[in-house]
């Protein structure tokens, strides 16, 4: 379960629909295949199988577990580079350490968010702390890759952190679904993150037989990824399950309704709302680096291999090995 949790009855509400509004509609719903990441993590591709232009201005999600770990068990990533972009980790349960090149860094735990600018360049590690590893655990996240327009793929690397407790927290009218907004707004309610890209991020739980209706910017896309439970989306209830990304067209609201029975072990539909800005400019990506040109990304790897991305610091983390 998230680790943010709230008295949806004591919270500001969403903003009901105006006459004008409209719905907006399914496009398309994709499954994302399972796979491993970093040193052996399970993740989810989110975005498989998707056109970069449904996607813009985001380039890449996974899905990090959920995994309940055996002692000894719990791997991240070790230290390497990005270029060109923003990566986003949201820790939904659990617990997960960065490090990175230009001083950034710290715990992100249970509900946290870290946002790091990559930019011109930037080294970083993610790792389960030691803790973790030594006694096992639940451990559930998100990592985002935002674009950044050309105008800014070689801005100063930089870092934030946000808190779980920090998260902008807001519940449907009737109080059966709880809307954590990250970055961005929902209506007139604003989240903490700064983004260079325009984007929003919410992570909403949706109860049982309830239906989310929320007001979406018209000039952003807008997708629905579902973390785990099942449900519809859209105006025609699109049938929808975790592991499942839904592309909607243009308009005004989203709509997002749990199924009245869930699976014992996830009492509630769990979901992602989040789109953005589209940039509308060529992508070209390869591994780490997310660019405009192929050159762009020829240069990106010349100046990793000569060190121009920073240095690992002398006090670095590092991956921890279990003993058992």
Do not use: C
């Not at 999600?61 to 000894?72: A, C, I, K, L």
């Not at 992100?108 to 946002?115: C, L, R």
């Not at 930037?122 to 327009?149: D, M």
């Amino acid at each position: 379960m998230p680790a943010v949790t709230a008295d949806t009855l004591t919270l500001d509400r969403v903003e009901g629909p105006a006459p004008t509004d409209t719905e907006r509609p399914v496009r398309s719903v994709t499954t994302g295949p399972r796979g491993y990441e970093g040193e052996g993590f399970p993740v989810v591709r989110a975005f498989a199988g998707v056109s970069k232009a449904d996607l813009d201005p985001f380039i890449h999600m996974d899905q990090m577990g959920e995994v309940d770990y055996e002692p000894g068990e719990p791997k991240g990533t070790s230290w390497h580079p990005h270029r060109g972009f923003e990566t986003v980790t949201y820790i939904i349960d659990g617990k997960f350490a960065h490090q990175d090149s230009h001083g950034g860094g710290g715990l992100i735990a249970d509900g946290a968010t870290q946002w790091m600018t990559a930019g011109a360049g930037i080294l970083h590690i993610e790792t389960p702390p030691a803790e973790l590893v030594e006694s096992g655990g639940v451990f559930h996240g998100i990592q985002l890759w935002v674009n950044l327009p050309r105008s800014e793929k070689f801005s100063t690397p930089a870092y934030q952190s946000i808190e779980g407790e920090q998260t902008r927290l807001i519940s449907s009218p009737d109080g059966g679904s709880l809307v954590r907004i990250i970055a961005g707004s929902i209506g007139t309610h604003r989240g903490p993150g700064s983004t260079r890209t325009p984007i929003t991020l919410a992570h909403a739980t949706v109860e049982p037989g309830a239906q989310l209706n929320v007001p979406w910017q018209r000039d952003h896309n807008a997708l629905v990824y579902v973390l785990s439970g099942e449900g519809t989306v859209g105006p025609l209830g699109h049938p929808i399950a975790g592991g499942q990304l839904a592309v909607l067209g243009p308009g005004d609201r989203i709509t997002v309704s749990a199924s009245g029975t869930q699976d014992s072990n996830r009492p509630a539909m769990e979901v992602l709302l989040l789109g953005g800005r589209p940039i509308r400019e060529p992508v070209v990506a390869y591994g780490p680096f997310v660019m405009t040109t192929k050159q762009e990304v020829v240069d990106a790897i010349e100046d990793f291999n000569a060190g121009r991305f920073g240095v690992i610091p002398a006090d670095a983390l590092m991956p921890h090995r279990s003993v058992r």
